[in-house]
């Protein structure tokens, strides 16, 4: 963030109490990051990608709300105050720890009923290109952020459903300061967006170009949407908003891609997370499919602890092997993982001791050739074989625990930046049906686990985390966005906490680096990673050096205070109390 608009984040959030930095045993600790990335709270914390989504969180959380009703106001503000990333136009996942039970969310958006496995191909039976795919009105899959909000409030909300709206609605009213992101990624994607007069008015200025930074961005629009899901969310799935979607969608696609009833239809999905022990110590939580994200997260994480002991974060031995064991977990992952209602998920098999005890030997001395093949776990689904389709920013993490110890990791989305650009009722449609497999068989004519299919949920990367210690106390909360890399940011970001002793900022600024079943891509334009490519290069392994977006949102039990760490790489703000 630049450091005028930094002051003017500063300047607007002065009003807050930051209590936890007065505490003195983490003092030192707090003078590792910029003001505003790190935080130390004895009672609650709040970590998000965006000040105004923390700032009412934390507000929430003083108006007595849980940590349930804190990730629901911070996403929702999030709709609109980084629109490029996530909103009610698009979905997510979310990971909850309330009153001693963990319980996962899938708010995953879902293909409509007239989708079928040729859906991205043109007419020559050939994959569109990713651009012209991404901005297509078939890119949108029906929304599942409201449902999933819903459910979530009624498990385990403390605030009423309307309360939890109102930060967003006031926002959207009175308005907020264009921030250096927002206005970076709406200027890339300018000429697309000036197509629509109700963009324009919202993010323009009188001269046609992008309002500059600072300047009060007002969504009156979306006030009147949320006023309108404030009263029942199913304004959203039966009422006007959900005629809007229906007709925005079919205008631009020139045919009836879409129906009253696919939006009707949509349910959020509650599941049993998968919980695994890790080293012996801790208890790792994740969301099972249809996110990929949970299962290679944790496979990353067994495969690396099987092969590496020790704690030093300079021990470039480490990035090695963390490497290896990522071209094996994404080589299984882009086997086998996909929706579970369309295909069987070795769950189970893929996390398997003797499995992954077997799976760890294939890392040694010098780096594994490419691209990996994937192993054959107990429980697969025989009749597919692995995606084919390359995938290129549009999402958010954040992490919220509150003063009775309930926390949530929440993962949200529009898949790529401003979803697929169509603007209803003040806020972006997603893109999410591009996380299916573009082809839908292989050459050799096997089908592939993730194409696309009707009512099906595009394979995620999302890894939304909660770690227990060894008296199952709650002691970490972690996520990220990034696409396919967010398997990698998520168990980098677990494996630096919890292994080799970073603090949650250190952890979510370290470089970026990931083997996604293919050579390793380390982050550019970093020195610690300058420090350790040459000890890769002498394993064996071809780097590729380029710039890799990521937004973790760390929350991590230390010194019995709760610290929270945001990722430089966004505009994230942490609040202790
Ligand atoms: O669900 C997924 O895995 C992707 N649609 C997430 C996209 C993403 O993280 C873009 N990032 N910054």
Not at 550 to 566: F, K, P, Q, T, Y
């Amino acid at each position: 963030m630049n450091n005028s608009v930094k002051k003017i984040l500063t300047v607007a959030l002065s009003s807050l109490t930051i209590a936890g930095y007065c505490y003195a045993d983490n003092s030192q600790l707090l003078a590792t990051a910029p003001t505003g990335n790190i935080s130390a709270g004895k009672k609650s914390m709040v970590v998000t990608n965006n000040p105004w989504s923390s700032q009412a969180a934390n507000k929430i959380l003083n108006q007595g709300g849980n940590a349930t009703d804190a990730a629901i106001a911070a996403a929702l503000v999030l709709s609109l105050t980084e629109p490029q990333s996530s909103g009610i136009g698009g979905g997510g996942y979310a990971l909850s720890y309330y009153k001693g039970k963990t319980k996962a969310y899938d708010g995953r958006e879902v293909a409509p009923a007239s989708a079928n496995p040729s859906w991205f191909l043109d007419e020559n039976g050939k994959p569109l290109d990713f651009r012209t795919a991404w901005l297509s009105a078939k890119a949108a899959g029906v929304p599942g952020e409201i449902a999933m909000f819903y459910k979530m409030h009624q498990d385990s909300g403390k605030l009423s459903w309307k309360k939890l709206i109102t930060p967003a609605i006031k926002l959207a009213k009175n308005g907020f300061p264009m921030s250096p992101i927002l206005y970076k990624e709406l200027n890339e994607e300018k000429d697309e967006l000036a197509k629509d007069p109700a963009i324009k008015a919202v993010y323009f200025d009188k001269n046609g170009n992008i309002k500059a930074i600072g300047q009060t961005i007002k969504n009156p629009d979306f006030a009147k949407t949320l006023e309108q899901i404030a009263k029942d969310h199913n304004n959203f799935y039966k009422g006007d908003i959900a005629k809007n979607i229906v007709n925005s969608i079919n205008q631009k696609a020139g045919t009836k891609l879409y129906t009253m009833k696919d939006l009707a239809d949509y349910k959020a999905l509650v599941k049993e997370p998968i919980c695994n022990k890790y080293r012996d110590k801790y208890t790792i939580c994740s969301v099972p499919p249809s996110t990929s994200g949970g299962v290679a997260t944790q496979e990353i994480l067994q495969l690396f602890a099987n092969k590496y002991k020790e704690s030093d974060v300079n021990n470039p031995a480490w990035v090695y092997t963390f490497l290896e064991a990522s071209k094996l977990s994404y080589a299984d992952r882009n086997q086998y993982l996909a929706d579970p209602k369309f295909v069987k998920q070795p769950v189970d098999g893929l996390l398997d001791k003797e499995y992954l005890a077997n799976r760890s030997q294939l890392i040694g001395e010098s780096a594994m050739a490419t691209p990996v093949i994937a192993g054959i776990p107990k429980g697969i689904d025989e009749r597919y074989a692995p995606d084919v389709s390359p995938k290129p920013h549009g999402t958010t993490s954040l992490s919220i625990v509150d003063k009775d110890g309930n926390a949530v990791s929440m993962t949200v989305t529009v898949e790529n930046v401003f979803g697929n650009h169509q603007f209803v009722n003040g806020f972006f449609l997603n893109n999410e049906l591009t996380d299916f497999s573009f082809e839908s068989v292989t050459t050799s004519g096997k089908p592939i686990a993730n194409r696309v299919e009707a009512g099906k949920r595009p394979r995620s990367s999302i890894a939304p985390t909660i770690v227990f210690d060894e008296n199952n106390k709650l002691h970490a909360v972690a996520g990220s966005p990034g696409g396919s890399f967010i398997i990698c940011t998520v168990a980098r970001n677990l494996i630096l906490m919890l292994d080799l002793g970073q603090n949650p900022y250190q952890a979510a600024a370290y470089p970026n680096f990931c083997a996604i079943n293919n050579n390793p891509i380390i982050e550019s334009d970093n020195t610690t990673a300058d420090s350790f490519a040459p000890y890769l290069q002498n394993k064996g392994e071809v780097i590729e050096r380029k710039s890799i977006f990521s937004g973790e949102a760390n929350i991590l039990r230390m010194n019995d205070e709760w610290v929270g760490g945001a990722d430089p790489r966004r505009e994230g703000l942490a609040i202790g109390q």
